[in-house]
């Protein structure tokens, strides 16, 4: 079975790349994956390399260069050969101690304000969720005069987002790797600009138009390959959006009808958090489904049941005819 020039795993699909010229899974079938400079760097060099010398593997560094200088001739840092001719099994990555450290020289690209404190990311993060969340249940709860249930609602769309990323940021830490919830530049221009629009139209009194918010995401150093421990990292926000969700619906259901909307409103904060967990499992781009797919089908059709049917089944009791929570 043909490998991956990058991993070295075996892949029935594999992706050439047109710079280098070499195949690649599909994890790592992008130029920025590949490392694609490096490899025709390297490439280049064996092809002019005197034939007695065999370069010896030598773990990456940001702080070593690709090439030194000794005897006269140039000999490469590679990451593997075979009598000789290069192949390019990358194996594990070095990385600094504390990457996430202005000092470590890791250029964390796509992500705002990469060095400062996990607590300020939290901090910004969970604000703009918040508020989000506040003005999408504005114009349904405002009439109602249940002012304190907007706060209720718009604090559990903020948990929901917030124990989904910990869910991931856990699980990670965990199996000793290194985590942190960061800010994606992206994600905080789309938030933003949700947040604006939402702003417009809730001072125009117009319709408010559909809100995206995903201004950071926890990011994991270490998941170059799909395999169980990629899978469970993955699979832990939309398990804990489930299990939040199950005991939120529960919660609602035992609350006297006494005390409705509260017992309404928590269902429908269960609901929501479904919702969550469901959409994460759409196997496409960034979402968490992608991964899970690839490691484990088993799991990804048992999770994605789970969440469908609660979502059904909390939909169902918020909207039930005959007047469940009242």
């Known amino acids: 079975m043909p490998i991956c020039y990058h991993c070295g795993t075996e892949n029935p699909e594999l992706f050439g790349c047109s710079k280098c010229g070499q195949s690649y899974c599909s994890i790592h079938k992008n130029p920025i994956d590949h490392e694609c400079n490096i490899v025709v760097e390297s490439l280049s060099f064996t092809s002019h390399a005197a034939p007695h010398l065999t370069p010896q593997y030598a773990a990456p560094s940001h702080t070593t260069p690709p090439f030194t200088e000794q005897s006269g001739l140039t000999e490469t840092i590679t990451r593997g050969t075979t009598d000789g001719t290069y192949t390019w099994y990358r ?12 000092e470590s020289g890791i250029n964390f690209k796509g992500i705002l304000l990469a060095h400062k404190s996990e607590l300020l990311h939290f901090i910004i993060g969970c604000t703009l969720i918040f508020l989000i969340g ?28 917030l124990f989904h990323e910990f869910g991931h940021r856990q699980v990670a830490i965990h199996f000793g790797l290194q985590t942190k919830f ?46 169980r421990k990629t899978g469970l990292c993955k699979a832990a926000g939309p398990i804990v959006n489930l299990i939040y969700g199950s ?13 409705y909307p509260l017992n309404f409103f928590i269902g429908y904060a269960s609901y929501f958090n479904f919702m969550l967990g469901a959409f994460n499992m759409i196997p496409i781009g960034i ?40």
């Open 91 to 102: 194996q594990e990555q070095a990385v600094p101690e504390n990457a996430f450290d202005p």
């Open 134 to 161: 506040f003005i999408s249940f504005y114009n349904q709860i405002i009439d109602s005069g249940y002012i304190w249930a907007l706060f209720m609602l718009a604090g559990f769309y903020m948990t929901a987002f």
């Open 182 to 227: 960061r800010l994606l530049t992206f994600g905080m221009l789309i938030t933003t600009l949700s947040l604006v629009m939402g702003l417009i139209s809730l001072i125009s009194s117009s319709s408010t138009f559909p809100m995206l918010a995903l201004p950071g995401a926890v990011v994991v150093l270490g998941l170059d390959k799909i395999n």
């Open 247 to 259: 005991i939120l619906l529960i919660i609602s259901l035992l609350i006297p009808n006494t005390f």
């Open 287 to 326: 979402l968490d489904g992608q991964n899970i797919w690839k490691w484990n089908k088993k799991i990804y059709v048992g999770l994605i049941s789970s969440l469908g049917l609660m979502l059904i089944l909390s939909l169902l009791l918020i909207n039930s005819p005959v007047g469940l929570y009242i």
